[in-house]
């Protein structure tokens, strides 16, 4: 995970600090009973408009762990990442539209640079727990994606399931930097780091 976030590091602003987002915020998606269980949305609530989650990871010292008391849903044509999730098949299955995956920001292919760095999403494609301990879904620091929009929720992942859903979970990104008039910073961006993120979804 040093190499990641290493990479991450020299794409952004040098000078890191320290700051902290706000919280996870868990949102219910109605899915009418079209698939088993309940939908939901996990979200990284940030502190501006304009802050960067860049990483969702777990490391030796800070395991990521996503499970649930019943199997995830997991569609035919769904994959882990959203990136790998085509719009035409979302437009035209309904199912589809519920199947369980992680993101950073952007919830099908278009225009979505998320990739997958050290992780196998086998256990979890066929509906298990996903977790990892040196690994992480990622996009670069300059991707629109991780850049918190005007209400500051960045959309973290997706989960499908009829059971209870917890999670912990870590985050790396960089607060939003000021341009003055001439285009130049206003100051050097503060790591966002935080780690054993917990939220539950459902019973």
Request: proline share 5%.
């Amino acid at each position: 995970m040093r190499g990641l976030f290493f990479a991450l590091g020299v794409l952004s602003l040098p000078v890191w600090g320290m700051a902290q987002f706000s919280r996870l915020e868990v949102e219910e998606v109605p899915n009418k009973g079209v698939v088993p269980g309940k939908t939901y949305r996990i979200y990284a609530v940030m502190e501006r408009e304009g802050d960067v989650i860049d990483a969702v990871y777990g490391e030796k010292n800070a395991p990521l762990r996503i499970s649930s008391t019943a199997p995830f849903y997991q569609h035919p044509k769904g994959n882990a990442l959203s990136a790998d999730i085509q719009r035409y098949d979302l437009q035209n299955d309904n199912k589809l539209k519920y199947d369980s995956w992680f993101t950073i920001g952007a919830e099908d292919n278009y225009m979505n640079r998320l990739t997958g760095f050290l992780v196998d999403f086998t256990a979890f494609e066929s509906g298990a727990t996903f977790e990892t301990n040196n690994g992480a879904w990622f996009v670069t620091p300059d991707q629109p994606q991780g850049r918190a929009p005007g209400d500051k929720r960045i959309l973290l992942m997706q989960l499908t399931s009829a059971g209870t859903i917890t999670g912990v979970i870590n985050v790396h990104g960089r607060t939003f930097v000021e341009l003055d008039k001439d285009g130049n910073p206003k100051a050097a961006p503060r790591e966002i780091k935080a780690e054993g993120l917990t939220f539950t979804c459902g019973k």
